[in-house]
């Protein structure tokens, strides 16, 4: 049984749906949706926090299973939004839910809750997946989705188009709460596009050793430089190449507290050893030279040369016997251009 907590109908504010309010037996709800909501175990535990030292304060939305038949003969209620305060009711024991419930079909219920997405901020994939439900569930066309719900028409196609890029592995695995919305986005579905082998190599291998969000992003900006026999190790065990990258981070600590800002330098130098030579490879292929190229050549020229000049005399002198002579070379040696400090001007 339900009991009326208001007993006149009302207007739901900024969607213009008539509504009533109910205290519900929780077996009542209708979970038709449970599929597009993205679980997430921490909120839900602060949500159960919250209930059982405040009681239930936003009540779930729900709409007759049969609107024709009226809210009195209805014998179930559809949940359309409150789906993690069930859970945290279920999980305190809890036998009844407060709901408001909307007299109107199922695809007008959809579009208001989209239309008060402000209000209550959805998980990218959540959106995309109500749509999805509109469109195909419900029947509706793009545009009357767009329209109905205060979007544009290019919001729709855009959550639509992401969904058509992910794996239905990838969706499972963040409705589960297993993966982030962000590593979906981010990393699964352009990885999908690019290699679809790659993708469901990576997502099997997190379901058995998941990754944080940090170390995904970090794995991926890896996986787009390397090449095509690294990034097969890669996808095989990702797990393995973060331990991997973390013992090089570590390596390079040590390394560069052992050798001090000299080593720094010398690393720095070496770099730039490399890229002249790189750059003077490239050369025969891009005659006639722009005058751009030409412009920078000039620059690094007379750059390269004051800092070489600061080197011999940097080499030839021991700042410990003159300490004013970091001074003194500072004023007295030649500016390079755009007033600019030397180390300024290399970089």
Excluded at 61 to 89: F, W
Excluded at 96 to 112: I, K, N, P, R, Y
Excluded at 195 to 200: E, G, K, L, R, V
Excluded at 275 to 300: F, Q, Y
Aim: charge should be positive.
């Amino acid at each position: 049984m339900s009991t009326t907590l208001e007993t006149e109908a009302r207007r739901s504010r900024g969607i213009g749906i008539e509504v009533r309010r109910l205290q519900l037996d929780l077996h009542r709800l209708e979970l038709r949706f449970a599929s597009v909501r993205v679980v997430d175990p921490r909120i839900i535990e602060r949500m159960a926090r919250s209930i059982e030292q405040g009681g239930q304060i936003v009540p779930c939305i729900a709409v007759p299973a049969c609107p024709a038949k009226g809210l009195e003969a209805a014998e179930s209620l559809v949940l359309v939004d409150g789906y993690r305060r069930v859970a945290a009711l279920r999980r305190l024991g809890r036998d009844t839910v407060v709901v408001e419930c909307w007299l109107c079909d199922l695809a007008e219920a959809l579009l208001g809750v989209l239309a008060r997405g402000q209000n209550r901020r959805f998980a990218v994939l959540e959106e995309a997946l109500l749509l999805r439900q509109l469109t195909q569930g419900q029947g509706l066309s793009q545009h009357e989705v767009a329209r109905r719900c205060g979007r544009d028409h290019s919001w729709v196609t855009r959550r639509l188009q992401l969904l058509s890029a992910l794996p239905d592995a990838a969706l499972a695995a963040v409705r589960n709460g297993q993966l982030s919305s962000w590593a979906a986005i981010r990393v699964i579905a352009p990885l999908a596009r690019a290699t679809s082998a790659h993708a469901d190599q990576l997502l099997s291998a997190l379901s058995s050793a998941p990754l944080s969000t940090r170390q995904l992003r970090q794995w991926f900006e890896h996986y787009q430089e390397a090449s095509h026999a690294v990034r097969q190790r890669m996808v095989n065990d990702p797990k393995l190449f973060i331990r991997a990258a973390q013992e090089s981070a570590e390596q390079r600590a040590s390394r560069d507290l052992r050798d001090g800002p000299e080593g720094a330098c010398v690393d720095d130098l070496q770099r730039i050893n490399v890229l002249i030579r790189n750059v003077s490879r490239r050369l025969p292929k891009l005659c006639p030279l722009s005058e751009d190229l030409l412009t920078v050549a000039t620059l690094v020229h007379t750059n390269f040369e004051i800092l070489y000049g600061d080197i011999k005399r940097y080499a030839s002198q021991d700042p410990q016997r003159d300490p004013r002579y970091c001074e003194n070379s500072q004023s007295s040696r030649p500016q390079p251009e755009q007033d600019q400090s030397s180390a300024q001007a290399v970089a």
